[in-house]
């Protein structure tokens, strides 16, 4: 009985230890394969103008800004919450545009291949609010969230780039609070620039503030997540963030070119990396609190843990071994 039973352990330590080296190669095998990246050569999307079914060129974040902002907002199979957030979205931005007419905007939806109505309700916007103002990339299979986003932030055309959340969790009207204070920055930091775009600077939301509230309204498995995500990215990107997972981040048009021609995670550590290319890079973020409540629908579930800690363990080693280069 005891020879079965240390056999059994035996057994089971070598499989182990087989599984770790697996996962090990693995890592190792997917870091090396995102070693170059060409995000900056990418064949650009196509705009569609469903009204005349006409093209419609597609700038670049290199090229110089046409639009004061740009708001990107990813969708995967949002069929149901995309348009109350839309109408909010498009509700604001009016207003603003109609008592500035200086403030111009475009709003940028990336279908992350929904298999849902989401392209169907993206392009009922587009209809009733012009191609110029209103766009859609369709990706035609799912990347992931930060993949979406990345690609927006690469094909916009604002001074101004602001990514937010379809479910419309954050008030749309809050971008001021980040939009002020990066021009606060920006005048601070160089009067004589001709333009505070020109300065990369990074504006967060923060739901920091709502964390106690959180913890007893949220499900055990999302709160589980957050704390341990918490301590991973400290050890991977470092202190000073108190909330890097809000979808609520707005930049200016150099810092969008630094971080989005730079960046490789593609799913829910994006955000992350976004942060540990900001330092490294000298980037100022700027934290601010924000109005924020959870919409139900969430595709944040515990089958997530699996993907956060792998993204993590690759950009770790991308990072730290000098695998992955920064483009300067």
């Not at 333009?195 to 499900?219: C, Y």
């Not at 991977?236 to 989005?260: E, N, S, V, W, Y």
Request: proline share 4%; glycine share 6%; aromatic share 10%.
């Amino acid at each position: 009985m005891e020879w079965g039973l240390t056999t059994m352990l035996v057994f089971i330590v070598i499989i182990a230890l087989f599984l770790a080296f697996g996962i090990a190669i693995a890592i190792v095998f997917e870091t090396n394969r995102r070693k170059f990246n060409h995000s900056h050569l990418e064949a650009h999307p196509i705009f569609e103008d469903p009204n005349s079914l006409n093209p419609v060129q597609c700038p670049h974040i290199s090229d110089p800004a046409e639009k004061y902002i740009s708001l990107v907002v990813p969708a995967f199979n949002e069929e149901l919450r995309l348009p109350g957030a839309l109408e909010e979205t498009m509700n604001y931005l009016q207003q603003r545009a109609a008592k500035d007419k200086s403030f111009t905007y475009e709003v940028i939806i990336v279908d992350d291949g929904s298999a849902d109505g989401t392209k169907r309700v993206a392009f009922d916007f587009v209809r009733r609010y012009t191609v110029d103002n209103v766009r859609v990339i369709l990706l035609g299979r799912n990347y992931g969230k930060g993949e979406a986003i990345r690609k927006g932030m690469l094909h916009s055309r604002g001074e101004l780039l602001l990514m937010l959340d379809a479910d419309g969790a954050t008030q749309v009207d809050d971008l001021e609070k980040l939009e002020k204070q990066i021009l606060a920055f920006a005048k601070k930091e160089n009067d004589s620039s001709p333009k505070f775009s020109d300065i990369p600077i990074v504006a967060i939301g923060s739901r920091a503030h709502l964390e106690k509230k959180a913890l007893a309204t949220r499900k055990w498995y999302r709160n589980f997540l957050m704390k341990g995500f918490h301590v991973v990215v400290l050890l991977a990107a470092g202190p000073g963030i108190r909330d890097t997972q809000c979808g609520f981040k707005m930049f200016t048009r150099a810092a969008a070119r630094k971080l989005f021609t730079n960046i490789r995670l593609k799913r829910w550590c994006f955000d992350v990396e976004l942060i540990y290319l900001c330092k490294w890079f000298h980037i100022p973020i700027i934290e601010i609190s924000v109005n924020w409540s959870e919409i139900p629908g969430s595709k944040v579930n515990p089958l997530s843990i699996p993907n956060m800690l792998w993204e993590m363990a690759l950009m770790s080693l991308g990072y730290r071994s000098g695998i992955w280069r920064i483009r300067t």
